[in-house]
Structure formats: C-alpha cells, structure tokens
C-alpha cells in the first residue's frame, strides 16, 4: 500500500449527491438545499464558478478525478470540498457495479443449518467466491472472513441467522467498489441503542470467548439459503438488478423479508486500503 494508490482509490470513486440538491450560486458562495432539513454552505473565492461543474460531473457516472478537473486551478480546493461533503454525507458512494457478469464457484464457511444448505451447492464453474453461512452472532469471525476476502481480491457473500429472530443475507460484496462487511457492522453499530455491545461481542470473541449459536426456524433457513443463491444467480445477468446490492433481512416473526440500501461508511478503516 503506497500513498499514491491510495490516491489513485481516492480518484476512481464514484460518487453522486445523496438528495436531489437544488445548487445556488452566488459571488462567494455556493448553497446545497434539499427540502428544509438538508443545507450546506461552502464559501470560498470564486466558488460560484468552479463547484457547480465539479457537482455536475458526480452524476453517477463521474470518477473523482474526472469532477476535480473540472475546476482548472482549484484542484486542490474541489478536493478537500468534496471530501469534505462525503464526511457529512451530503456526497455518497454511488450504487456498487459488477465490472462484468460473474459465474461463481461458491467456496463455504461456517457452521449450522444454513451452512449445510448452502454448502450442499457448493463448487461448480467459476471464480471464487467467499460465502460465510454462521448460526451465531460472531462478529469476530465475520470482520476475519471478509478481510480475507479482500485481501485476496474475492468477492464474497454473507448470510447469518445469528442476530436470533431475523436473518441478513448481505449484499454481493465487491473487492473494489461499494459497502465492505465491516461498513455493514459499523452501520448496524451505529443504529444499535446499545453500540458498545458490538464492542464487547467482537472482543469476547477475539479473546477466544464462545459465541452461542442462535436457534432459528429450519424453513427460514431456507429462505435465507435460497435468497443467497438467487443474488450468486444474479451476479451471471447481464445487467443485474439493484436487490444484488442490498442487504435483505428475514423477520422469523413476521415472515417478512426486507431490503436495505447500504453504504461504504466514511470511517470503515477495513476497506480503505483496497479501494
Ligand atoms: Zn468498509
């Protein structure tokens, strides 16, 4: 890892504003608005000319780099702007891409009744990809797995029916773009009324602690199972749909699936190196 492809990282980003923002620019001045709740105010000199074109170019389509140079001599203001905007969440990542259409040989971790079903699919043509199936809320070992992944330039999947009631099934996880699984724990860390039990749970178990597994319904097992292997079927389509990329949760108590956007969190200190 060298400061300059960190660099390099930092300028293939796509990044896109999170809220249709209406752009006000004034002498001195430029004003993000979105409804009454969502105002940022960057001033500077001649901000006026050289944002409104750097925010044009994040459309979703448009890399960093691409969007910096677009403000000929104040690139290094554009920069620290929109680094900046994404720490306050005005800017985000834009939705995570598939750079082709994957077959995937699924290669198993983990342990109880959604391991065994998804294991029992297992192999077949094509690249690797991690899949994590845990019965437990170890946190731990999930942070372990994918750091793994990512080292090794893996995509990977997660699904764990640990959190006892609901089971998540995690987006497909790209080696070079979108949410990492640590970006998803740190994100559920932060919702948690309780956030320091995140803490404590994954020290307990690097410790060598037990985690219990958690008992969950043999046929949500399968639901869970089949959703995992309907994103893995997914990843082969030529343009796949954007349920690849959202976390989906199964309420045991409901019956209910739901699917989440996530995010790459700014502070995940586990994917930066890799992006
Ligand atoms: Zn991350």
């Known amino acids: 890892m060298t400061a300059s492809s960190g660099a390099d990282a930092w300028g293939r980003r796509r990044l896109r504003l999170a809220l249709p923002f209406t752009v006000i620019a004034e002498p001195g001045v430029v004003r993000l ?20 074109p750097v925010l044009a170019a994040l459309d979703g389509d448009g890399a960093v780099a ?32 598939l750079v082709a259409p994957r077959r995937f040989a699924l290669v198993v971790e983990g342990q109880g009744g959604l391991f065994d079903r998804v294991a029992a699919g297992a192999g077949g043509e094509g690249e690797a990809l991690a899949v994590l199936c845990q019965d437990r ?33 995690s987006p497909l996880l790209l080696p070079g773009d979108g949410a990492c699984l640590a970006c998803l724990v740190l994100r559920f860390r932060g919702l948690s009324p309780a956030p320091e039990l995140y ?21 949500g ?55």
């Open 33 to 52: 608005i979105a409804g009454e709740d969502h105002r940022y105010t960057l001033r500077a000199d001649g901000v006026e000319r050289w944002l409104p």
């Open 66 to 97: 691409d969007a910096v140079a677009r403000a000929p001599g104040r690139e290094a203001e554009a920069d620290a702007l929109l680094r900046r905007l994404l720490g306050e969440r005005a800017l985000v990542d834009d939705a995570p891409r």
């Open 137 to 169: 809320h170890d946190l731990a070992a999930a942070l372990d797995f994918h750091a793994r992944a990512l080292a090794a330039g893996h995509h990977a999947i997660w699904a764990t029916t640990g959190p006892l009631g609901r089971g998540w099934v």
């Open 199 to 219: 803490d404590a749970l994954v020290g307990h178990a690097r410790r060598g602690g037990e985690v219990r597994p958690s008992p969950f319904p043999a046929r």
């Open 221 to 275: 097992e399968a639901v869970l199972a089949e959703l995992l292997l309907w994103k893995v079927e997914l990843a082969a389509a030529p343009a796949p749909p954007p349920a690849l990329y959202r976390l989906h949760v199964l309420d045991a108590g409901a019956l209910a699936v739901s699917e989440h956007r996530v995010a790459r969190e700014p502070g995940c200190e586990a994917c930066r190196p890799w992006r």
